[in-house]
């Protein structure tokens, strides 16, 4: 399969040998044209133990060998302002399901900061209301517990009261609409 592949990116046909002719704007080009600094980084690396292997097990010369990664470029992460913030928790305000659903889920985020998937793999019993504590499970399936302001805790404890009262309260996740069977 290599034999196929690598003349065609370096433009002797039916030299495996050739790769030695790669050069680092090749490389750089070919994976930046295509992909995100970060993910062409991982690529490039991926490519880089490729060959390694490719280089010791044919024993030819590493194409890579020398060759630098990459920059990756840091990319701040977009911010709420604190008006836009307003706006967002004036819209999830009321009394209905949904309404403390949302407004719950907002306080959460605003007052930790956690992942989505973590938010998402919250139960009622996961939220220690009194202490002002959440335990989340965090990646690799790890527990952490985590504070929560007065405000977040009263969100919350609005939004399991309404959940109780819900029609699929008994289910583990309840969201506002019922579950359908495709899932």
């Not at 490519?47 to 990459?70: T, Y």
């Not at 840091?74 to 709420?80: A, G, R, Y």
Request: aromatic share 6%; hydrophobic share 35%; proline share 5%.
């Amino acid at each position: 399969m290599v034999r196929r592949h690598l003349p065609a990116r370096t433009g002797r046909p039916g030299q495996l040998g050739a790769g030695r002719q790669l050069r680092h704007s090749a490389v750089d080009a070919w994976l930046l044209d295509r992909y995100s600094s970060a993910y062409a980084s991982n690529q490039y690396r991926a490519l880089q133990q490729f060959f390694k292997w490719l280089a010791a097990e044919d024993q030819l010369p590493d194409p890579m060998a020398g060759l630098q990664p990459p920059r990756v470029s840091q990319k701040l992460v977009p911010v709420f302002t604190s008006q836009e913030l307003r706006r967002l928790e004036q819209a999830c305000a009321g009394r209905s399901f949904a309404q403390r659903r949302d407004t719950a889920i907002i306080a959460v985020f605003t007052a930790t900061g956690i992942r989505l998937s973590e938010l998402a793999g919250l139960r009622c019993s996961d939220a220690g209301l009194w202490q002002r504590e959440i335990t989340v499970r965090g990646k690799g399936g790890k527990d952490r517990i985590v504070k929560i302001g007065h405000q977040a805790a009263r969100s919350l404890d609005r939004y399991i009261r309404a959940r109780s009262r819900h029609a699929q309260a008994r289910r583990p996740s309840c969201g506002s609409e019922p579950a359908s069977g495709n899932r």
